[in-house]
């Protein structure tokens, strides 16, 4: 039998609860606030996006030796006798054209797979006006004006287009020049 | 809720056959994807991912919004069939956007020649998605009383579904700032069997996502009925305890004639 003090102990007790980790809450708000800072970090350093090819070419002046991607689609396929090793280094050289406006680039490096005609490359790297690294190389179907692209890094913009008349649908959207106009 | 016959089963005869349209439909996919569709003439192989990212983000936007819907509902009815709903349906978003990621950040090397871009909008408002969903579980998990916990939720809920118009748009919107494509879908750029793969890929992606939906929004439903009698388990024991104390009481007063 209890005794009188025991019989009746109607003082609250501590219910046994299901404890969650006591790391949880802090992970919480870990993972909300990496959210938010890489929303905010992305939307304040993202205020550079691609400039296509024809207001590269308006703009080139004023960047000078500043970095950007140039946004355009390469006018032909990539050919051995456009690789060129010079003091080293490789070298690839092509053309790209953005609303009917070439761009001369000089590619330090082989282009990725799936670069070829008519599919749109984002290229990293500045505008330079002077001779080229093969000095007696003319661009086939490119602009030839003096000014060309540096770039060290090719990235590839593929389209939404899975159908097999791709080339003949850059030719109608002005990515490239039409094949009776070359 | 529950199948009736078995209480330790969540499945019925809906989520059997669903099982078995995903049984026979998922080789019938594979069977598609690799061997009876062509190759992209530029893309080659990896073509291949199409039909199971895309089916994938399609559907990690639909569990996401039913998430907002069910919280938008939780918070205007104050059910707890809402809020199964709106945990059960962020749990499967979670995995199919992770699943967008790993499988964009697989086709992306061979395609873009990257694994992943830091600027590139959809590739981090997608990664920003992923990390709301997973802000919304861990808060789930965070100890509170069932309706508060259910409350903070469903507007954490309902941000996380105002992310799915921006990540979605973000290929229209910010067109030069992504290496992403636009819809090939919507802008009709896909045809014959690739077409048709794609939407067997869509229509097994939506039995998946059902199937899992109603099995976890099963268990959630569960979870919530064994907690609901677990605090009435502990007031009926207590009321027993204080029951039986009393008798005790009385028994001592009459037998040893003790007086309190």
């Excluded at chain 1, 390469?74 to 406006?101: A, H, K, L, W």
């Excluded at chain 2, 027993?240 to 007063?253: P, W, Y």
Aim: net charge negative; charged share 20%.
């Amino acid at each position: 039998m209890p005794d009188d003090n025991q019989a009746m102990d109607l003082s609250p007790r501590r219910q046994e609860s299901k404890k969650s980790p006591q790391w949880l809450p802090a992970l919480t708000v870990i993972v909300i606030a990496g959210a938010v800072i890489i929303l905010v970090w992305f939307l304040v350093t993202n205020s550079q996006s691609f400039l296509p090819a024809d207001e590269a070419v308006e703009s080139r002046l004023e960047m000078g030796e500043r970095r950007f991607q140039l946004l355009g689609s390469p006018v032909t396929n990539v050919d051995d006798d456009q690789t060129f090793i010079i003091d080293g280094n490789e070298y690839t050289f092509f053309s790209v054209s953005f609303d009917g406006i070439l761009v001369d680039v000089v590619s330090q490096g082989t282009p990725p797979d799936l670069f070829d005609e008519g599919i749109p490359v984002v290229l990293e790297g500045k505008w330079v006006q002077g001779p080229l690294p093969n000095p007696l190389y003319v661009f086939e179907n490119g602009a030839n004006d003096g000014w060309w692209f540096a770039t060290n890094r090719i990235l590839v913009k593929h389209d939404n287009d899975y159908r097999e008349d791709r080339i003949g649908d850059a030719e109608e959207r002005g990515q490239l020049p039409k094949a009776s106009e070359s | 809720m529950q199948n009736v016959r078995n209480p330790n089963l969540t499945s019925s005869k809906g989520t059997r056959f669903m099982g078995f349209l995903l049984l026979v439909g998922v080789p019938t996919l594979v069977l598609f994807a690799f061997f009876l569709t062509p190759e992209d003439d530029n893309m080659e192989d990896a073509v291949r991912l199409l039909y199971i990212h895309v089916p994938m983000a399609i559907f990690a936007y639909v569990a996401v919004i039913t998430t907002g819907i069910g919280s938008i509902f939780y918070l205007w009815k104050k059910s707890r069939w809402w809020d199964t709903v709106a945990h059960a349906s962020a749990e499967i978003g979670l995995i199919f956007c992770g699943l967008v990621l790993v499988t964009g950040s697989i086709w992306g090397r061979p395609t873009w020649n990257t694994w992943w871009e830091w600027g590139d909008v959809r590739l981090v408002t997608t990664l920003v998605l992923f990390l709301m969903l997973l802000g919304y579980l861990a808060l789930r998990q965070v100890p509170a009383n069932p309706d508060l916990r259910a409350k903070r939720a469903s507007v954490v809920g309902i941000i996380v579904a105002i992310n799915i118009p921006i990540v979605n748009r973000s290929v229209e919107w910010w067109e030069n700032s992504t290496l992403h494509q636009q819809s090939s879908l919507t802008d009709g750029k896909l045809e014959d069997l690739t077409l048709f793969t794609l939407f067997l890929g869509l229509i097994l992606a939506g039995v998946c996502y059902l199937w899992l939906m109603t099995h976890r929004f099963r268990v959630g439903w569960l979870q919530t009925e064994i907690e609901n009698e677990g605090a009435i388990g502990v007031l009926q024991e207590r009321i027993a305890e204080g029951t039986a104390s009393s008798t005790e009481t009385i028994i001592k007063e009459d037998g040893e004639g003790e007086v309190r």
